[in-house]
């Protein structure tokens, strides 16, 4: 129902630094929760970070705090990623995701299924 479009995947090194963009369609960008998620081989699909509609309020999954940034420009229907300080652990591939919910619950914020639109994931690789 939002076709989302991911990019900035790439390969880093330790310590290094990339930005992820996410570009979604739908008038009413600026309603929607926006949120980060990763899976790295072999693992589950896990919560990074997520956004309301309109960045009043922010969440992260505790390993990327202070790292991470969240951030989006609702004129562009555009949600970021700036990622800092990587780490090889970082290594996943990245999955943008919307969430059209009428309501907003907090505790559904990291949640799997509380999103409805996804995008097709850009690789990030962090070598030691």
């Known amino acids: 129902q939002v076709h989302l479009v991911e990019s900035g995947g790439g390969v880093v090194q330790t310590g290094g630094s990339l930005r992820l963009s996410c570009a979604a369609s739908g008038r009413t960008f600026r309603r929607y929760v926006m949120g980060w998620f990763r899976q790295a081989p072999g693992k589950e699909r896990e919560f990074v970070a997520a956004?309301?509609?309109?960045?009043?309020?922010?969440y992260y999954a505790d390993s990327v705090k202070g790292r991470f940034t969240i951030s989006r420009d609702n004129a562009k229907n555009t949600v970021y990623l700036q990622m800092n300080s990587l780490k090889p652990e970082d290594t996943a591939v990245y999955y943008c995701?919307?969430?059209?919910?009428?309501?907003?619950?907090?505790?559904?914020?990291?949640?799997?299924?509380?999103?409805?639109?996804w995008g097709q994931g850009t690789q990030v690789t962090v070598s030691s």
């Open positions: 956004s309301t509609g309109s960045g009043g309020s922010i």
């Open positions: 995701a919307a969430d059209r919910s009428t309501i907003f619950v907090p505790s559904r914020v990291r949640e799997l299924d509380e999103y409805d639109s």
